[in-house]
């Protein structure tokens, strides 16, 4: 039976052991991220002038390189379609005479 208690003391104790590792890694972070963190801010603080270049040129291409995706699709729908002119005379005179010849219900 003092095994059993000898066993479970050791148990406690890596548990001990690994609860004071967690609590010394955690104090050692927070202690690194606050002595890192005017750092931090100063990158940032420097990077915002880059940030700002990125996104005009990226404003810029966009409003330069959208219209002509624009005219292109524009332009490439216009010959997929006017093959298909012909078509579309063809069914609107089938309709305008299927129409014609076709009787009015009649009013009750």
Known sequence: MIELLVL?????????????????????KLFAWLVF???RMLGS???LPLVF?????????????????FLGAFILGAL????LIPLLL????????IALVRKPAAAH
């Open 45 to 47: 603080l420097l990077m």
């Open 37 to 39: 963190w005017p750092l």
């Open 80 to 83: 997929v379609l006017v093959p």
């Open 90 to 97: 063809l069914g609107l005179l089938l309709w305008l005479l």
């Open 8 to 28: 479970a003391a050791l148990g406690l104790t890596a548990v001990v052991c690994g609860l004071l590792f967690v609590c010394a890694v955690v104090v050692a």
């Open 53 to 69: 270049v990125v996104a005009l040129v990226g404003l810029a291409l966009v409003l330069v390189v959208l219209p002509l995706l």
